[in-house]
């Protein structure tokens, strides 16, 4: 799938707005973490991930490789009972996440509930 197919693919989701403009600059990579804001000279205390304090808090591995974020992802996925291998990109991560069918309807929907999981408390 090509870049913009998947921005047209995230666009074209009946999610909530603010939910996919966080998506799409999780996808850009332009999401206020803690590595971002040091980058642009923001004076933080430490770049490490809250979390899992283990890592530095970029957006891939706060949605990817975090060892927490992974144990929600899981959860999810149990919960609808889908089976992925969760690859380390987001970008690739949102691209791969749909139901093993050729049914864009179907698979749109999964992809919606991938917005879902990454930003489930935006309207509250």
């Known amino acids: 799938m090509q870049i913009s197919e998947t921005f047209q693919v995230l666009w074209s989701l009946k999610v909530v707005p603010s939910a996919l403009v966080c998506a799409w600059r999780l996808l850009l990579d332009r999401l206020p973490t803690r590595s971002?804001?040091?980058?642009?000279?923001?004076?933080?205390?430490?770049?490490?991930?809250?979390?899992?304090?283990?890592?530095?808090?970029?957006?891939?591995?706060?949605?990817?490789?975090?060892?927490?974020a992974r144990q929600v992802w899981d959860m999810c996925d149990r919960w609808v009972g889908n089976v992925?291998?969760?690859?380390?990109?987001?970008?690739?991560?949102?691209?791969?996440y749909c139901l093993l069918s050729q049914r864009k309807g179907v698979n749109r929907v999964w992809k919606g509930m991938w917005v879902g999981y990454c930003f489930r408390d935006m309207e509250s």
């Open 36 to 68: 971002n804001l040091a980058r642009r000279g923001v004076q933080l205390e430490s770049v490490q991930c809250p979390l899992c304090q283990e890592h530095v808090e970029t957006a891939k591995h706060l949605f990817n490789t975090c060892s927490v």
């Open 84 to 96: 992925v291998v969760r690859h380390e990109s987001t970008f690739v991560n949102f691209q791969s």
